[in-house]
């Protein structure tokens, strides 16, 4: 398929475990971008990438986050010595960037999720 | 601090009738909006976005409306199909990078 694609879909870890969360982005879109879900909320920016370069880490709860882009197609979110309140839905979305066209392109597309679940 | 706010968080419209969705935010710097769709289990779709340069955006059944002195937009579906219903989350990009979602509307189209 050509659309966005995360793995796992669920994911159960107990409280201090570290989880790894991959996002396979849109094939040629720039920018990548990670949210958190928690339930009943709406999408709350974690992380911005252009293609490789971390631009924007600013919504990242604590250190025990950090996300990768190496080669600015595949990302990685990892959660160090996770907390039960990291127990969400966790978003990942791509988009072709700024810039393109006749102007910004913000339309992002979404992958499915991962559900973080903290035990 | 929520700048973009969706104050309903649910709605029931039967068949054929208009869905009206509304968004408030708070940030006079946005000059975009967004509208996405979300069925459960899925990721978040794109369904129609706004410029604030407009006040008004149509397709097809889906009608986007901007009041800038307000600060409030809203989304009109007509008529209105069971298969709409999902949940709507209202979006805004700032002069970053940041996209801010509203929580989100769960609207019900009964048959």
């Known amino acids: 398929g050509a659309g966005v694609s995360q793995s796992p879909r669920y994911k159960v870890a107990k409280r201090g475990q570290d989880v790894a969360l991959r996002c396979d982005p849109i094939s040629g879109h720039v920018s990548l971008f990670w949210y958190q879900q928690a339930l009943g909320q709406g999408p709350e920016f974690l992380t911005y990438?252009?293609?490789?370069?971390?631009?924007?880490k600013s919504g990242l709860p604590s250190d025990r986050f950090f996300a990768e882009r190496p080669e600015g197609s595949v990302s990685t979110l990892k959660i160090q010595r996770t907390q039960q309140e990291d127990s969400a839905v966790y978003l990942c979305?791509?988009?072709?960037?700024?810039?393109?066209?006749?102007?910004?392109?913000?339309?992002?597309?979404f992958g499915p999720g991962t559900r973080l679940t903290v035990t | 601090d929520q700048q973009v706010k969706q104050n309903s968080p649910s709605l029931s419209v039967q068949e054929g009738r208009i869905s009206i969705l509304n968004c408030d935010y708070t940030?006079?710097?946005?000059?975009?909006f967004l509208w996405y769709k979300k069925y459960p289990a899925e990721g978040p779709t794109f369904l129609i976005s706004?410029?604030?340069?407009?006040d008004k955006n149509e397709d097809g059944r889906f009608t986007v409306f901007l009041n800038k002195s307000a600060k409030h937009l809203s989304l009109h579906i007509v008529p209105s199909q069971p298969g709409d219903s999902a949940v709507y989350f209202c979006a805004a990009p700032s002069t970053g990078n940041q996209f801010y979602f509203g929580t989100g509307t769960s609207l019900t189209v009964i048959p």
């Open positions: 979305a791509s988009s072709l960037g700024w810039g393109f066209s006749s102007g910004p392109s913000y339309e992002q597309y």
């Open positions: 706004i410029s604030s340069i407009k």
């Open positions: 940030n006079s710097m946005f000059d975009y």
């Open positions: 990438f252009q293609n490789e370069a971390q631009l924007d």
